[in-house]
């Protein structure tokens, strides 16, 4: 199914002429097929997230739960904490213990089979969200409380970074796990080194930076906000390129694994595929509300993603899209 690209896009590292040359060899945008869905929570679904093997996806929700499930979307084993909503969970590079962030103000690691390993506490308000780092031996939380932490696996904080004016919603490790990149409701993204020095501020957003991404890479930097758009950034802060499309906040954002394309989602109930100079490549319709989390399969070929509607849903990445790029389509 095809149609035209809608949205504006504006391509920043260009001439004007240049740009006029890609809006006309613009791809047909495809409408992306959900192959399976199914509902994972009684409320919404904060986060998914493929295990490092692809065979499961972990959720949590507003409830309190945490679950992990097998690809035919199987209930495997529901972690409960409370009733304190569970607004991020990831698995460990290992694949064998997984960390959550909740509105109690407490990070918390897990083993894969629910039994709880340590609580990590000092943050004075909500944990946004928790990280492993790339070896596994550390873990890296945001909070509303405007910082975020580098934290060893016994609860020890390492390093505190501060400077955001308000929360923080978001902090990765770049892929070497050298650097950290946050994002806040001040409005801007900011890149540290582990021992908490500011480096680089990315600034040009309107509203909230809700979420970022690091290339596979590590050499570009991608950024969503509540101002509707997505930006691209090189690692000094220049802007490269800004995708418009969405016409709601956009909430999330990831690049593809092997580096080629970004995938985000909105709270205009979508989620799109785009390729690194502001094209939309695809459109996936079907949720009946905000759409929030979203992961790719480790093997690139599809999207998962969750929503305010309690359902995550399974995406097949249309392969005449990813022709361009010389993907692939198989089955699930």
């Not at 949590?60 to 690809?71: A, H, L, N, V, Y």
Request: hydrophobic share 35%; aromatic share 8%.
């Amino acid at each position: 199914m095809s149609g035209s690209i809608s949205g504006s896009i504006e391509l920043l590292a260009h001439p004007q002429a240049v740009h006029s040359q890609l809006l006309a060899q613009l791809p047909t945008q495809v409408k992306a097929e959900s192959v399976s869905q199914f509902k994972a929570h009684p409320t919404s679904v904060l986060s998914v997230s493929f295990s490092p093997d692809g065979s499961q996806l972990l959720t949590t929700s507003s409830e309190g739960s945490t679950k992990i499930w097998d690809r035919q979307g199987k209930e495997v084993i529901e972690i409960k904490t409370d009733d304190s909503i569970i607004w991020n969970a990831t698995f460990s590079p290992d694949g064998k213990s997984i960390a959550t962030g909740a509105q109690d103000k407490i990070a918390r690691i897990w083993s894969i089979d629910g039994k709880s390993i340590q609580e990590l506490k000092g943050h004075k308000d909500w944990v946004n969200t928790v990280r492993f780092s790339p070896d596994g031996q550390k873990i890296l939380t945001s909070s509303s409380d405007g910082t975020a932490r580098l934290w060893d696996l016994k609860g020890k904080v390492i390093t505190e970074f501060k400077g955001h004016l308000v929360m923080v919603w978001c902090a990765i490790f770049s892929p070497d796990g050298q650097k950290i990149l946050t994002a806040s409701s001040d409005g801007t993204a900011r890149l540290w080194d582990l021992n908490g020095k500011e480096l680089v501020q990315f600034k040009g957003h309107r509203d909230w930076v809700r979420s970022v991404a690091f290339s596979p890479d590590g050499k570009l930097i991608a950024t969503v906000s509540s101002d509707k758009t997505t930006k691209l950034w090189d690692l000094n802060g220049k802007e490269l390129v800004q995708f418009k499309g969405h016409t709601g906040a956009v909430r999330n954002v990831s690049f593809s694994p092997d580096g080629k394309y970004l995938a985000t989602t909105s709270q205009d109930g979508t989620a799109r595929l785009w390729d690194l100079r502001g094209n939309q490549l695809a459109l996936f319709q079907g949720h009946q509300d905000w759409v929030i989390g979203l992961s790719f399969s480790p093997d690139g070929k599809y999207l998962a993603t969750s929503s305010a509607d309690f359902m995550v849903r399974f995406w097949s990445l249309p392969s005449n899209t990813l022709s361009q790029g010389k993907g692939n389509k198989t089955g699930i």
